[in-house]
């Protein structure tokens, strides 16, 4: 069906293809999508059908006369000899009064008919299939273990291995939800466009992909359109258009919307979890539930939306394909990465791509920057010069310890990065490619590397150079080994560290602005990025 979307800022209307069977529509809070929508099923006319499983099964009263919802078609039934009940003071209950009406109004003709075939008139009659029969033939297929029984002109409800039966209002939200939506849905008209706000309301993910895939198929001709903010939803539905509705001009009465590209190298969850907010984008290391990136960044760098990728080459992929589409988006993103055993550079390089890298290794010895153990041991009331020279001298003393592995660690990364470049070459024969790689273990040396490395990271020990140390030392162990958080004044732990850390960040404090200022300087940035 062709789709006639609401005006763009510029007064111009783009046509839905033909060959998208659904929509799904998100945006920011106060974005407008919601007048979007509105604007869409009201361009619509008849064709258009609303769905709401939260007003339907919530919203009591008499029945809303807006056209091309369950309730207009009730108060319409009821202009008719019916059977409809005059108790129904929700749109569920009215949706519910309308299968049941339908049934016995199916029943009674059937019955008329059978008397005919008593008299001769006719030789067959089969009893017709009514709505009901198909609604309880699919809402059985979403909760297998639920019994569905007609009684007296009502539905009574049973759970398999109970004896006992109910009637609907006992049924939960999501069963109360699914039921609505497949009784509803039969009511919508032919080829029409079926609006349903927050379809994933009262169902748990597991069930949601499930339920629209059936609903969907059980009006192949009908075209469905979702307005949500639900990640869990929305990867459901990942054959339908995306619109993204950024904002609205009241004057020029024009949306600024646009449709996202599927497959164009972020994934729709990552889009979906940042356009809700207008601020630029940081894309970092970690798992957003357990990672300490995850707990720390969005406290020093709090004018971004952050969101954790996993891996160093996702946040560096995303961060480059963000930033290439940001004709669609028109947000500025950026990316943190650990250091690790990059060279000046490499750091420099990513840096130039939009990419934050700290001048020191990893995440965890960010959190042993001068200034950050000093602010912790004075917030707890300790003497934060000895604390530092005591710190100090224990990750000196690991460093000198583990210096010759450290180096070869940083030989074996420098080595592999310099293969990667002289093979990433583009030759036009092997021979070319031979003479390329005749002199590379010549060059490579990594002999002398090593060495090289082993007398750099010795003058840092014998100078005391605690800050050079943190740019080349990845030690997982460093903040327990450094016995930094009992010195601190705290229970001793490494979570009982960075939970200091995080509660400070916390606070609009002097010691809170000591630490940000502090991480923020880390990645060669200024002040002003706080």
Not at 151 to 162: E, M, V, Y
Request: glycine letters at 6%.
């Amino acid at each position: 069906m062709d789709i006639l979307l609401p005006p763009d800022l510029s007064g111009n209307r783009r046509q839905l293809s033909r060959g998208s069977r659904s929509m799904t529509i998100i945006g920011a809070n106060g974005a407008g999508k919601t007048r979007f929508t509105s604007y869409l099923a009201g361009s619509l006319g008849d064709k258009a059908f609303k769905l709401s499983a939260l007003k339907a099964i919530y919203t009591s009263g008499e029945p809303d006369a807006e056209p091309a919802t369950i309730d207009s078609i009730f108060l319409k039934a009821r202009q008719s000899p019916a059977f409809l009940t005059n108790t129904a003071t929700t749109s569920f209950d009215r949706l519910m009064a309308l299968l049941l009406n339908e049934e016995i109004a199916a029943l009674v003709e059937y019955k008329v008919a059978q008397m005919e075939v008593s008299a001769g008139r006719r030789k067959t009659i089969m009893a017709p299939a009514t709505k009901l029969d198909e609604v309880i033939t699919r809402w059985q297929e979403i909760f297998p273990a639920n019994q569905v029984l007609r009684q007296g002109g009502r539905l009574l409800f049973s759970r398999d291995g109970q004896d006992d039966t109910y009637s609907q209002m006992r049924l939960s939200a999501g069963e109360k939800a699914v039921l609505y939506y497949f009784g509803a849905l039969l009511y919508a008209p032919k080829n029409g466009v079926v609006f349903v706000d927050s379809p994933e309301m009262f169902l748990h993910p597991s069930l949601q992909q499930k339920t629209w895939d059936s609903l969907e198929a059980m009006r192949p001709d009908c075209h469905f359109v979702y307005t949500t903010h639900d990640l869990d939803f929305t990867a459901t539905r990942q054959r339908d258009t995306l619109l993204w509705v950024r904002g609205y001009d009241p004057a020029g009465e024009g949306w600024d919307y646009t449709i996202l590209p599927r497959g164009a190298g972020i994934s729709d969850e990552v889009y979906m979890a940042i356009i809700g907010s207008r601020n630029p984008v940081l894309f970092i290391e970690g798992d957003a539930s357990h990672s300490i990136d995850a707990k720390l960044y969005p406290l020093v760098f709090k004018d971004f939306t952050v969101k954790s990728l996993g891996s160093c080459d996702k946040v560096i992929e995303s961060t480059r394909t963000f930033n290439d589409q940001r004709a669609l988006h028109h947000l500025e993103s950026r990316g943190i990465v650990d250091r690790d055993r990059r060279d000046e550079g490499e750091v420099a390089y990513l840096r130039g791509k939009n990419i934050f890298v700290p001048d020191v290794a990893e995440i965890e010895n960010i959190l042993m920057l001068e200034e950050v153990v000093r602010t912790v041991a004075s917030v707890n009331n300790r003497d934060e010069d000895k604390v530092f020279r005591s710190v100090k001298k224990a990750i000196i003393g690991m460093f000198s310890h583990d210096l010759r592995a450290q180096a070869m660690l940083h030989t074996r990364h420098r080595i592999k990065r310099l293969m990667e470049r002289r093979v990433d070459g583009k030759f036009t024969n092997i021979n070319a490619f031979e003479q390329h790689l005749s002199g590379l273990a010549k060059e490579l040396n990594p002999r002398g590397l090593y060495e090289q490395l082993c007398r750099e990271f010795s003058r840092h020990v014998a100078q005391d150079n605690y800050a050079e140390i943190l740019k080349v030392y990845n030690q997982k162990s460093m903040l327990p080994g450094s016995n930094v958080s009992q010195l601190c004044g705290l229970n001793g732990s490494k979570e009982a560290y960075i939970d200091s850390i995080i509660s400070i960040l916390r606070r609009d404090s002097a010691a809170s602005r000591r630490i940000r200022t502090a991480i923020i300087r880390c990645f060669g940035l200024s002040d002003d990025h706080e």
